[in-house]
């Protein structure tokens, strides 16, 4: 079993708990994330997956322990700034604007730049995803729910991140859909940026992952290589269904 | 511990009770009776915008209806105070069921400026109907508060007599909010309030039960028109104004909403302010307005909830808080 | 449920209880105290706040001079918003808290006509200085509120004056633009019983205050009348003779009740040719014979004296005279019996004695704007 | 002749219905804040521009501009100093601070301007263009000209500048933004500020053609609000083209109907739309 060793992980949760109004989500949460690998964190429902994304983001407040991303702790850094650091985030549900372009979306995805390449940046993204050129001047809204997702991680590659936090791609999907999204995932880790997933469709995230973090009531499980969780009986029968 | 509870509420009683002795300047006495109008127009506002979640300006509408439809009765029919309240109650729920059943079907910012619509056409209405509401010339001389048993008449001339009769009507408005929000239906709404989408899937028929608070408050609202209607002995578009809402909403906000304390207190609070602030006649409204801002900022939750809270921090220490797991 | 009601108990009583000590000040022979029951905020305060001044400034004169039976003399101010419900309290507020021997006010009418219960109730003399009802009048004095008198001349004394000496004889059709208040409905319907020969073309009621007045002027000018008659205070005319010139409302002969011929709506229009010949009938103006209070005034308040403020001050001067009339204790029940026997010349106002009534009857003005100025035209006497 | 001036009456006065109901409705499409104050920033414009016009006696346009530019630092002040203690609360919440920000407004102005209206007129509110019995000043065709042109720039800057698209995004998805690193805040501020100039442009257009009064800004936020409501809450465009309807429906009505209604006028059609559709006339596909 490879240790996740401090020196290749991009980001370090250290005992790190949150709440959500009073309640804690979070309760002592410790692990790594290897750089360049994808990791994916599973568990029921209320487990606190998303609230770790969110913390990494710093939309939730750590109330102790502390986050260490590319070996400088980051408690009390903006969001914007974490963005501006490398980090990008795909929340959740549909995360684009429904009612401006394609490429307007694109657009909004660079808002955190202010260099002058960002035209050429979203023809290189347009030339990657020809589905979206194809699309670029109508309204995210009327692409398909597959197509927004794409869209949306576009949005996020824009920013060049080192690490990629992904809450759900596959929500909604048809499983065609769904494959070509973890595709993509797959496709963008290729290119060197680090994955942090949270994914209920565990099988087939843990499938593409190198590693898996299981979450469970606010701690951490097991963590372990995707392939040895998904053999992993105990972990098969309480967390990835039947 | 039941006499414990006996004894305190015998003391309140009392202490309401024999207040306009206690106080005497009819002043004080006046400034009371706006405060229980007030006490009752925030609960009943209460039902409608703390246990639903609605923002209505609607309500001062509703206690205009209701003066106006007790000065007419009392000023044509000569017809006595129970009859007048009476006529009061029914037309403004009445208006109420009018207003209520195309305005629910908004979402909730509609909701509030299509009942602020409503209430200013019913005041430009009242304003510009001469023939009956004689405008802003106002409808002076209503008869006082009386009561006919035969040749047996009493009548509430004096300040003290219509303080008790408020009192008892803020009574009765306090009684119906505790067992409104004290029943199944007060459980629901607060459901509703809480998750309306949730309600909604378990099957709870939720507008029907939005309009039952609505017309409910819409009902004791127009009782207390028909009694501003006799002690103020005149009734004007004014009453219908958007200032009236401006108050409830600032009494309920600040006070505490879907509480019962909160817009008891804010009552007292924000109608006993301009009051006292008359010290200070040209910065009264500027202090006034900069209350206003700084609690908001500061309670946003209400006057009343904010003690609880630091009531139970102080009590129990830090616990555990009912707020949802979230993911 | 149990704790909540202490609390809530606790909360609401014991403020309550201890506020109490603080308002029952009650004073016995300090300074005598004039309740100044006007709008000194809302959409009125404009009247209120000169009334205030000029009371200020009578009372600070005659403070100068000892006061009165050694006693001095000060306001005490209790702003009625021109709101009937407010006013009521607010003059609660007057008579019990600040405990004011005597008020001067309400002002406007509505709020006039809430208060008079009150003040008869309570035993306290009040003296209206501007509002015009006639039902004051009528509902005062004799077979009535004792308590209630009025220094100005009320609407159905002065406007079909006007509409039969003044009106009947300049045009043959008007159109009236009326605010839509109290006063205004008030005196629109005096008029439009008064109008003999006059052909009414229109009658328009306007919200007091709003901005715009394009629309209702291009009414009035495809009328094509021959006059148009303001029931307004000179905020509202103004911006009605402003906004008629923009829509080329121009010919037609102005007059005016309410603040219309006087030097504030002068101050706000841009030209006064604008105006030039309006008439009005009104109760007061700063004229020749006030030019020693205006100067006064103008030194106080660094501000030009006019009708409302000149009232306040005649006002002041009435209670004064009475009060020095008053042989022994100067209280509530002394000042209104001596205001019943008042019987002065007032410089600047005229010969004030109250009739049965309580209506003082002093001449009334037709004014006139000319040439930048305000003239007078003709004093009628009442 | 009458009908071409009433539309004319209308276009003007809708023309400031629009500009104060713009900021509204953009403040409400960022941040779903309901600014009651809002006609209180028209106010405080107005007797800024007296303050710069008639006392500082600057030019025209110069005090013009000082307007625009004080007013869009005003709005962001507002935001600031009364509107973010409140960010996190129910929008309910958020009414009642800017209640009570109204109330302080117009007190303060009675306290400092006092009661007396003031009056700012410039030689162009003084002179009329006249053809046939139409009469029309100047000040106002300047005013239907710059409104015209201020929408113009507004539009361009919501659809083509970075900020303005970040606008309609806020109004869009406010999720979205946070991970796409858009700052609310700042477009929430930015909302206030363009409101605020806005309401400046409005302040010195209009206020050399009326009083200016602490209590001139009540009327025209509930008819703002109404005009906000009728466009589809947020949406700017449906602001403004009702704004002008309503400005239009007015002039008419009381040219063939009665004055004393005019002001249920703009309640009413309100209530129409939202009874016949409730997300307003232009329904939800305009966005800010």
């Keep these: 079993m490879p240790t996740l060793e401090p020196d290749h992980d991009i980001l370090v949760f250290d005992k790190v708990e949150a709440t959500y109004g009073e309640a804690p989500i979070l309760r002592g949460v410790s692990f790594g994330v290897h750089k360049g690998k994808i990791t994916t964190l599973i568990g029921p429902n209320g487990a606190g997956k998303s609230t770790v994304l969110r913390a990494a983001l710093g939309t939730v407040r750590v109330t102790h322990g502390q986050i260490v991303y590319r070996h400088q702790p980051i408690t009390g850094v903006s969001t914007t700034d974490r963005q501006r650091k490398g980090m990008a985030y795909c929340p959740q549900g549909r995360s684009n604007f429904p009612r401006m372009t394609v490429r307007e979306n694109l657009e909004m995805g660079a808002f955190l730049r202010s260099d002058r390449e960002v035209q050429e940046d979203i023809e290189t993204l347009l030339d990657e995803f020809p589905l979206l050129r194809e699309k670029q001047k109508e309204f995210a809204a009327n692409l398909s729910g597959g197509q927004q997702q794409i869209l949306e991680m576009a949005m996020a590659l824009i920013l060049h991140p080192r690490i990629l936090l992904i809450d759900e791609p596959s929500l909604g999907l048809s499983p065609i859909m769904v494959e070509q999204v973890f595709a993509y995932v797959k496709e963008i880790n290729g290119q060197g940026v680090t994955v942090l997933m949270v994914e209920q469709n565990a099988r087939r995230a843990l499938a593409i992952s190198d590693y898996g973090i299981v979450l469970d009531l606010g701690r951490v499980r097991l963590k372990d290589t995707g392939e040895a969780l998904l053999n992993n009986e105990e972990v098969s029968r309480s967390y990835l269904g039947s | ?327 | 449920m149990f704790r909540r009601v202490m609390w809530l108990a606790l909360a609401t009583i014991l403020p309550a209880v201890a506020s109490i000590g603080y308002l029952h000040n009650s004073q016995a022979a300090g300074p005598i105290k004039i309740g100044l029951d006007v709008p000194s905020s809302g959409s009125d305060a404009f009247e209120g706040t000169h009334i205030a001044r000029g009371v200020q400034l009578a009372l600070e004169e005659q403070n100068k001079e000892g006061g009165i039976g050694g006693r001095q003399l000060e306001t005490a101010l209790g702003d009625n918003q021109c709101d009937p419900s407010v006013g009521v309290n607010s003059a609660r507020y007057l008579v019990n808290v600040a405990q004011a021997d005597v008020m001067i006010g309400s002002a406007c009418s509505s709020v006039t006509l809430a208060v008079m219960p009150i003040i008869q109730q309570a035993q306290v003399p009040e003296l209206d200085v501007t509002a015009t009802s006639p039902k004051i009048t009528q509902q005062s004095g004799v077979g009535g509120n004792i308590w209630k008198f009025r220094l100005n001349l009320n609407d159905e004394m002065m406007d079909a004056v006007f509409a039969q000496k003044v009106l009947a004889k300049d045009v043959k059709s008007l159109s009236i633009l009326a605010v839509n208040t109290d006063y205004g409905r008030d005196a629109a319907g005096i008029f439009q019983r008064n109008l003999p020969g006059i052909k009414v073309l229109s009658t328009d009621y306007y919200t007091q205050g709003q901005p715009d007045f394009r629309a209702l002027l291009t009414k009035v000018k495809a009328l094509n009348p021959e006059g148009l008659l303001l029931i307004s205070d000179y905020p509202d005319a103004a911006q009605i003779i402003n906004q008629g010139h923009e829509v080329g409302l121009t010919g037609v002969k102005l007059f005016g009740r309410g603040s219309v011929a006087t030097n504030d709506l002068l101050k706000l229009l841009p030209d006064p040719s604008w105006a030039q010949g309006a008439k009005e009938v009104n109760f007061w103006v700063p004229g020749p014979t006030a030019r020693s209070l205006a100067n006064r005034y103008q030194a106080r308040f660094n501000e030009p004296l006019n009708r409302d403020a000149g009232m306040g001050y005649f006002g002041a001067e009435t209670l004064i005279a009475a009060m020095k009339d008053i042989k022994g204790d100067i209280t509530r029940k002394s000042i209104r019996d001596a205001l019943e026997r008042v019987n002065v010349t007032i410089s600047g106002l005229g010969h004030v004695q109250f009739d049965d009534h309580h209506q003082a009857h002093y001449p009334m003005y037709i004014l006139q704007i000319w040439n930048g100025m305000v003239r007078i035209l003709e004093t009628i006497p009442t | 002749m009458v009908i071409l001036a009433q539309l004319i009456n209308g276009l003007a006065t809708g023309g400031l219905y629009a500009l104060v109901a713009a900021g509204i409705a953009m403040i409400f499409g960022v941040s779903e804040l309901v600014n009651w104050a809002h006609g209180e920033f028209l106010m405080i414009a107005s007797y800024l521009f007296f303050a710069l016009y008639v006392l500082a006696r600057l030019p025209y346009p110069i005090a013009g501009l000082c307007t625009m530019l004080l007013m869009l630092a005003f709005g962001a002040l507002f935001q600031m100093i009364v509107i973010r203690p409140v960010v996190h609360r129910p929008w309910q919440t958020q009414l009642v601070a800017t209640l009570g920000a109204s109330i302080f407004l117009i007190n303060s102005a009675i306290v400092v301007f006092g009661t007396f209206p003031r009056r700012a007129a410039t030689p162009l509110s003084m002179q009329n263009l006249t053809i046939g019995s139409l009469s029309i000043s100047y000040q106002r065709l300047l005013l239907i000209g710059l409104t015209l042109f201020a929408f113009f720039v507004l539009h361009m800057f919501i659809h083509r500048a970075k900020l303005g698209k970040a606008m309609r995004a806020v109004s869009q998805n406010r999720d979205a933004c946070v991970a796409v690193g858009i700052d609310i805040q700042l477009i929430v501020l930015t909302a206030f500020a363009i409101g605020g100039s806005l309401v400046g442009l409005a302040a010195a257009l209009y206020a050399p053609l009326g009083n200016i009064t602490p209590l001139m800004g009540i009327p025209l936020t509930f008819k703002a609000f109404a005009v906000v409501i009728m466009g589809g809450f947020g949406s700017v465009n449906g602001a403004v083209a009702s704004a002008v309807i309503l400005g239009v429906v007015e002039a008419f009505t009381i040219q063939f109907l009665s004055s004393a209604y005019v002001d249920a006028m703009s309640f009413l059609m309100m209530l129409t739309v939202l009874v016949w559709r409730p997300f307003g006339l232009f329904g939800r596909q305009v966005g800010i």
Aim: include cysteine; charge should be positive.
């Design chain 2, 1 to 327: 511990m039941r006499w414990h509870r006996l004894v305190v509420w015998l003391l309140i009683a009392a202490v309401l009770a024999l207040w306009p002795l206690y106080v005497g300047s009819p002043y004080l006495v006046g400034v009371s009776i706006t405060v229980l109008i007030y006490i009752a127009l925030a609960l009943s506002f209460d039902l409608v915008v703390g246990r639903t979640g609605l923002l209505s300006f609607a309500h001062p509408g509703f206690f205009g209806i209701g003066a106006y439809t007790a000065a007419l009765l009392g000023l044509h029919l000569g017809s006595p105070f129970p009859l007048r309240l009476g006529a009061a109650v029914v037309t403004a729920v009445l208006a109420s069921i009018i207003i209520g059943v195309p305005s629910f079907r908004l979402s909730y910012h509609s909701f509030a400026m299509g009942t602020l619509g409503f209430a200013f056409i019913a005041q430009i209405i009242a304003l510009n109907w001469i023939p009956v509401t004689r405008g802003p010339l106002c409808l002076p001389g209503v008869p006082p508060v009386d009561l006919r048993m035969g040749s047996w008449t009493w009548s509430a001339t004096t300040l003290s007599e219509n303080y008790y009769v408020v009192l008892i009507l803020a009574t009765i408005t306090l009684w119906i909010v505790v067992r409104v929000a004290h029943s199944r239906i007060g459980r629901t709404l607060m459901a509703i309030r809480d998750d309306e989408t949730l309600a909604k899937a378990v099957g709870v028929p939720v507008l029907r039960y939005k309009m039952l608070a609505f017309v409910t408050g819409a009902g004791v609202a127009g009782s207390l028109g028909s009694f501003f209607a006799s002690y103020a002995s005149a009734v004007c578009p004014t009453e219908l104004g958007i200032a009236y809402s401006v108050n409830l909403i600032i009494i309920l906000f600040l006070g505490g909403r879907g509480t019962l304390a909160g817009p008891i207190l804010g009552a007292i609070l924000f109608t006993g302010l301009p009051e006292f602030l008359r010290m200070a006649e040209a910065w009264r409204l500027v202090v006034y307005g900069l209350l206003i801002i700084l609690a908001s900022a500061l309670v946003p939750e209400g006057i009343i909830t904010w003690a609880f809270e630091m009531w139970q921090k102080r009590r129990e220490g830090p616990q555990l808080g009912s707020a949802p797991l979230a993911n």
